[in-house]
């Protein structure tokens, strides 16, 4: 089959060079891309979020499967574009995808469907929301309801933050529009874990769990970030994922096919591992970054026959992913100054060095071609990835081959699974 991914990041670097891999696939096609991507896949100049321009892309180039890896395209409705036009698409609608563009919806839904969740505040005054602080013991979670590019959530460890972090995103509006409603939630205490489900409208398929690492710095400190590394398979038994299986994904694909919006693309539930049991932090309508770059290169079986199933609603007659036994480790090198501001241009060496180190990947997040030189172009740059027989092992792979590469202002963070 002919497959379009649309989305330019690392997480989408990953998705090509795994369908690349995939038996059934003719063509792997991405738009845009990066220059990562370009070695796998061809790529075509198209916003993912100009719904009637990838329509046509998909259309003229005969494509049999659009995979959208960004939240942003599926917001703006190109799940519904293709869908009109018959082309099958392995992404929700941009009603399904609310699961994501709104943490408030998430909530409902998750109240609805009895999925375990933290208490929360929700709405969009901001002295109400100072008020609703007394409600809740420190430290404080605020969350920006919409979109934030993994940003909008603040740990407080006091009243004083928490208010600070308040005025930021509902008068000072740092998140723009994504802000101006806010969450305050209960702190929940245990290991954040992410986990997946391929998701057909009625069935689902849980995929190995993995475990990102959200803050700049080590030991987890600083500001969040989209993702600064991960590792999987993280620890969790077959019955843990059954449980959750049958606890979470399937309840919350009966709620939302009951409003009318019947989920197919990938679930990614974002959870914290309480001493009660596991809760939902948050979901994703996407798959996570930088979780993907650690997850498919353990994936043994074809990607696009399991996508393509859920796209056609036949995931119950399609073998479950098969998975490589070995361990990965992915570590992020990030521009100097993310998440908040950095600068691009920045040339990069070490590519080919660290491409050559046995047992590791190298994905292209944030890059782009400055003549014949590959420099940086975003806020996370690379993903280094290391496969092993052990955690251990894998991350001595990855952060070997990390070694290797450098740019003005690089950054990464040295602790990635190092418990694990």
């Known amino acids: 089959m002919r497959v379009l991914v649309l989305g330019g990041g690392g997480r989408e670097h990953a998705l090509c060079w795994a369908l690349a891999r995939a038996p059934s696939v003719d063509a792997v096609l991405c738009a845009p891309g990066n220059v990562g991507i370009a070695e796998v896949a061809e790529l075509h100049d198209v916003d993912p979020t100009d719904t009637a321009m990838v329509r046509e892309l998909a259309v003229r180039e005969g494509i049999d499967l659009v995979i959208v890896g960004p939240e942003a395209p599926l917001v703006a409705g190109v799940t519904d574009s293709l869908q009109a036009a018959d082309i099958p698409v392995f992404g929700p609608t941009s009603e399904a995808a609310r699961i994501e563009s709104s943490k408030v919806f998430a909530k409902d839904v998750m109240a609805?469907?009895?999925?375990?969740?933290?208490?929360?505040?929700?709405?969009?005054?901001?002295?109400?929301?100072?008020?609703a602080l007394r409600d809740f013991d420190q430290p404080y979670v605020v969350k920006a309801d919409g979109l934030a590019?993994?940003?909008?959530?603040?740990?407080?460890?006091?009243?004083?933050e928490a208010g600070e972090a308040l005025t930021e995103l509902m008068i000072d509006q740092l998140m723009g529009a994504a802000g101006s409603t806010v969450l305050i939630e209960e702190f929940l205490e245990g290991p954040e874990v992410s986990v997946f489900g391929l998701c057909d409208g009625s069935d689902v398929v849980v995929l190995a769990p993995a475990q990102d690492f959200k803050r700049v710095g080590a030991g987890d400190t600083g500001p969040n970030t989209g993702g600064m590394g991960a590792y999987c398979p993280y620890p969790l038994d077959q019955a843990a994922l059954d449980g959750l299986r049958d606890g979470v994904f399937r309840p919350v694909l009966a709620e939302l096919a009951v409003r009318g919006a019947s989920y197919v693309g990938v679930l990614y539930a974002g959870l914290v591992l309480a001493a009660d049991g596991p809760k939902v932090l948050e979901f994703n309508a996407r798959f996570g970054d930088p979780e993907t770059q650690?997850?498919?290169?353990?994936?043994?079986?074809?990607?696009?026959?399991?996508?393509?199933?859920?796209?056609?609603?036949?995931l119950a007659s399609t073998p479950a992913p098969r998975w490589d036994e070995r361990s990965a480790v992915t570590v992020v090198l990030a521009s100097g100054g993310y998440p908040?501001?950095?600068?691009?241009?920045?040339?990069?060496?070490?590519l080919d060095e660290a491409a050559a180190v046995d047992g590791a990947l190298v994905f292209h997040a944030g890059t782009r071609l400055d003549g014949d030189q590959v420099v940086t172009a975003g806020g996370r740059v690379l993903a280094v990835t290391g496969l092993a027989d052990t955690v251990g092992q894998a991350r001595e792979i990855a952060y070997a081959a990390a070694d290797r590469i450098d740019f003005d202002g690089m950054q990464r963070r040295d602790d990635i699974a190092a418990a694990g």
Request: net charge positive; proline share 5%; with cysteine.
């Open 112 to 131: 609805a469907a009895g999925v375990p969740t933290a208490r929360h505040w929700a709405g969009n005054d901001a002295q109400s929301a100072r008020a």
């Open 149 to 160: 590019a993994g940003k909008g959530v603040r740990i407080c460890v006091d009243e004083a």
């Open 340 to 350: 908040a501001e950095y600068r691009t241009g920045k040339p990069i060496s070490g």
């Open 294 to 314: 650690a997850l498919l290169p353990r994936l043994s079986s074809d990607l696009a026959e399991v996508l393509a199933a859920c796209a056609a609603g036949r």
